[in-house]
Every structure is written in structure tokens, then in C-alpha cells.
């Protein structure tokens, strides 16, 4: 069972990049499934999360407004729009589902998979 998170690269402050992460081995269409990210020196940090029928998605203030999670029902791959970049922005995000985990949306121990990441770097 893989997550593989891609799209990430640099970007310049104020620009958009689009993050999607894929399954394999095994399917999440009944799952929620989410990002995260950890920028060097910091702890692993929530992001967004969407249900698994896609009607429902939470956002970290951080990025509430700036960022756009989706995904198509019942499809095991998500999406993460980032619009209007910063530095602060700059992190590993990796992405995860909860298959049958319980919890907050927003806690890493609702999640029971998780990608490798991809690098997102914003500079001023």
C-alpha cells in the first residue's frame, strides 16, 4: 500500500502550486484522507483534511483562505491547491488517510497511511 504525494517544487511568494497524492495497493474511497507538513526544526503540522465523500473539508487557520482541498467521490486521490504562497508556507507535505481511524481530522493519530512527502519551497 502506497501514498505517493507529487507537484511540489519553488515557487516565489504569492504564487499557487497543486500538490496531489495517489494511492496504490489499496483504495480509500470510504476513507478520509489529509495533509500534512514539517518544515525543518518544527513539529509535523496539520493542513487540510476531506472527507470521504469530498462534502466536507477542514482547513488549519495558517492556510484557511489560501489553500483548496478536493477530491472526486469515491476516488482515493486528493488534491491541495496553494494559492497566495509564503516562506512560511515551506515545509515537506505529505499526505495520509485515516483508513477506519477515528478522530479529529486534524490529529496525525486519525491517520493510519501515510506518503513519502514532496518539497514545497516558497522564497521571497
Known amino acids: 500500500v502506497q501514498l505517493q504525494a507529487f507537484g511540489g517544487g519553488s515557487a516565489q511568494t504569492g504564487e499557487s502550486l497543486r500538490l496531489s497524492c495517489v494511492a496504490s495497493g489499496r483504495t480509500f474511497e470510504r476513507d478520509a484522507m489529509g495533509w500534512f507538513r514539517q518544515a525543518p526544526g518544527k513539529k509535523r503540522e496539520f493542513v487540510a483534511a476531506i472527507s470521504h465523500a469530498g462534502t466536507s473539508a477542514y482547513y488549519s487557520d495558517s492556510v484557511k483562505g489560501r489553500f483548496t482541498i478536493s477530491r472526486e467521490y469515491g476516488r482515493s486521490k486528493i488534491d491541495l491547491q496553494m494559492n497566495h504562497l509564503s516562506p512560511e508556507d515551506t515545509a515537506v507535505y505529505s499526505c495520509?488517510?485515516?483508513?477506519?481511524?477515528?478522530?479529529?481530522?486534524?490529529?496525525?493519530?486519525?491517520?493510519?497511511?501515510w506518503g513519502r512527502g514532496t518539497q514545497v519551497t516558497v522564497s521571497s
Open positions: 495520509a488517510a485515516s483508513a477506519g481511524g477515528t478522530g479529529s481530522y486534524m490529529d496525525y493519530r486519525k491517520y493510519r497511511y
